[in-house]
């Protein structure tokens, strides 16, 4: 099956920094989506983003779906951003279950 | 609903017993998803249902696991003889197909089993 690695797997910033979380994945997909779990638990939707770029307040993400990878940019960073970062995808070869990436840590400090 | 609602939030139960756990998906999304989530760790794919079709059970880690949907409603998970490596957080998801629309989960189901 497809093979999803997100780097790093940790991050530690200060209130303020800029950030750039990295997924990369090893065929062509039909489907990719960001998530942010919070410190309670719940997965909060960020990007549906198969392809292409988008962005929603200080967030946003690229997808070069023929390089294979995404990339998650968090600028300004707040202490509400602290949680786990998820890449999840659905490859494009008959498969219908999102695999999911091990995450990033992140940590913002006030 | 306007959300993907899962019960009960929380549940403790005896090494041995059998637990029960319900998603109730968003309406209309016909493909519905089980993850189990151990602390600290990603995300482990149980179950997935689409439509009427016969459901992928290529996740369940063993046969006390077993889950049940009817038609594009409700959704139970269901442990037999629950054992302490059971304990985690419990996530569903629904999408409003297969493949290339985006999904949404629940707050989840965190069972601890003593």
């Known amino acids: 099956g497809i093979q999803v690695e997100q780097s790093p797997p940790d991050l530690i910033l200060q209130e303020g920094a800029n950030s750039t979380l990295r997924c990369n994945f090893s065929d062509s997909v039909n489907n990719l989506q960001w998530f942010h779990q919070n410190p309670w638990g719940q997965l909060i939707n960020l990007f549906y983003?198969?392809?292409g770029t988008k962005q929603n307040g200080r967030l946003s993400a690229t997808t070069v779906a023929t390089e294979r990878y995404s990339l998650l940019y968090i600028s300004s960073s707040q202490t509400t951003d602290s949680g786990v970062y998820f890449c999840a995808v659905v490859g494009s070869g008959g498969s219908y279950i999102p695999t999911f990436g091990r995450g990033t840590s992140l940590i913002v400090h006030p | 609903g306007a959300g993907v609602s899962q019960s009960p939030s929380n549940k403790v139960t005896e090494k041995g017993k059998d637990v029960e756990l319900r998603c109730d998906p968003i309406s209309g999304h016909t493909a519905l998803y089980w993850y189990r989530q151990r602390l600290g760790q990603g995300l482990e794919f149980l179950i997935y249902f689409q439509g009427n079709s016969a459901p992928d059970k290529s996740g369940l880690p063993s046969d006390r696991f077993s889950a049940e949907r009817t038609g594009e409603s409700v959704s139970t998970l269901t442990i037999q003889r629950t054992q302490q490596e059971d304990s985690a957080v419990y996530l569903c998801a629904s999408s409003l197909g297969a493949g290339s629309y985006g999904y949404t989960f629940g707050s989840g189901t965190r069972l601890t089993v003593v």
């Open positions: 983003i198969p392809s």
